[in-house]
Every structure is written in C-alpha cells, then in structure tokens.
Nanobody
Framework: QVHLVESGGGLVHPGGSLRLSCDAS????????MSWFREAPKKEREFVAR????????SYGEFAKGRFFISGDDPLNTINLQMNNLGPEDTAVYYC?????????WGQGIQVTVSS
C-alpha cells in the first residue's frame, strides 16, 4: 500500500517562500513521475509541477514557471517543491500525485495560505 505523506505547508506572508515535501519512502514502489497539484476554493484542481524519474526532467504550470522549483530523489519516491515569491493567488490545498506503471496515487493534501 502506498501512502504519500505531504509536509511543509502553512501560513506565509506575500512575497515569502515555502518548501513542500512529499514522501513515499515507506513504499516499495518507485515511481515514473511524481507531481504537485493544487485546488483553490471554488476552483478546479490544477497542475503545478512534475518530476520525472527518467533523467530528472521537470515540467511546470505556467503560473509556476520561474517561481516554483521541483526536485526529486533517485530512485524516485520523494519530491520537494520550493515555492518563492508567493502571492495570495497561491493560496490552495496542495496535493501530491504519483504514477507508477498505470497506477496512480494521491496524497491527502496540505494547506498553503498566503496572507498578510
């Protein structure tokens, strides 16, 4: 059974930074890719960033480019998301997602609130 454990969320002032982590190290599975999504109140869940085990490639949602940076370990079962220059629009529940050979897994989500 796979458990994705998210950590690092909380309250930060506008312009501040947070680092989220997602850890599946208790699992025997290593993943093809792991990602972050987010869901703001009254909005659909949207893609934030992805880390691929093959070559450590990354991809980002448009709003994340240049501000957010995703990293992962090898073999892949932990990812981190460094979020910089945060604004109120980044307030959301952030979810970790993992994919392995056709199977998908979600974390429970972690709250990030950007407010003065």
């Amino acid at each position: 059974q796979v458990h994705l454990v998210e950590s690092g969320g909380g309250l930060v002032h506008p312009g501040g930074s947070l680092r989220l982590s997602c850890d599946a190290s208790g699992s025997t599975i290593t993943f093809d890719h792991m990602s972050w999504f987010r869901e703001a109140p009254k909005k659909e869940r949207e893609f934030v960033a992805r880390f691929f085990s093959d070559g450590g490639l990354t991809s980002y949602g448009e709003f994340a480019k240049g501000r957010f940076f995703i990293s992962g370990d090898d073999p892949l079962n932990t990812i981190n998301l460094q979020m910089n220059n945060l604004g109120p629009e980044d307030t959301a529940v952030y979810y970790c997602f993992a994919y392995s050979e056709g199977d998908t897994y979600w974390g429970q989500g972690i709250q990030v609130t950007v407010s003065s």
